[in-house]
């Protein structure tokens, strides 16, 4: 998903292990979390055909 205010590409991570490397884009961001239906949908909330999503105070929308 991107983030909509900075256009920063965001990874959402469920991990099994805190120790588990998991690499951000370049230029982009990781963030662990709980992955839930809102995740999805952003993932998937391209512009003009589904709105962005808000997830912790934050939008986010598919433009990759």
């Not at 909509?4 to 662990?32: K, Q």
């Not at 949908?41 to 105070?57: E, R």
Request: charged share 20%; with cysteine.
């Amino acid at each position: 998903a991107t983030h909509l205010a900075s256009g920063t590409n965001t990874i959402f991570a469920d991990c099994y292990s805190e120790d588990l490397d998991v690499p951000s884009l370049p230029g982009g961001r990781m963030i662990r979390t709980k992955i839930q239906a809102s995740h999805i949908i952003a993932s998937g909330s391209i512009p003009c055909i589904f709105p962005p999503v808000c997830i912790k105070d934050e939008w986010y929308l598919d433009v990759e």
